[in-house]
């Protein structure tokens, strides 16, 4: 079993940057690709970025390409979503999910067998 704990949401302005953390419990986790999803108010939760077990491949939304940074430490059973230029638009709860398929970066949320509890991170005009 996996927990994990998102953190480091808050009140940007536009074209700031915020660090977000998913920190996991259950030594499996190194073995697990993670993702991160976002939900925006009114809107279903949609994929964002994901980095395989090593951290060795990575996948972005199209709309965060460039702008954001997913990367792990395994060594603190940790994976990190750093998010530069903030849009209005990035404004969501975001979730981190782990899956058993440690090779393979989805976005397809039924892939993902863990979830967090998500942290909210809001981005002023």
């Known amino acids: 079993q996996v927990q994990l704990v998102e953190s480091g949401g808050g009140l940007v302005q536009t074209g700031g940057s915020l660090r977000l953390s998913c920190a996991a419990s259950?030594?499996?986790?190194?073995?697990?690709?993670v993702g991160w999803f976002r939900q925006a108010p009114g809107n279903e939760r949609t994929f964002v970025a994901a980095?395989?077990?090593?951290?060795?491949?990575?996948d972005y939304a199209n709309s965060v390409k460039g702008r954001f940074t997913i990367f792990r430490d395994n060594a603190e059973n940790t994976v990190y979503l750093d998010m530069n230029s903030l849009r209005p638009e990035d404004t969501a709860v975001y979730y981190c999910?782990?899956?058993?398929?440690?090779?393979?970066?989805?976005?397809?949320?039924?892939?993902?067998?863990?979830w967090g509890q998500g942290t909210l991170v809001t981005v002023s005009s």
């Open positions: 999910a782990a899956s058993r398929f440690g090779a393979t970066i989805t976005g397809d949320e039924e892939k993902y067998d863990f």
């Open positions: 259950g030594q499996s986790f190194i073995f697990m690709a």
């Open positions: 980095v395989t077990f090593n951290g060795g491949n990575t």
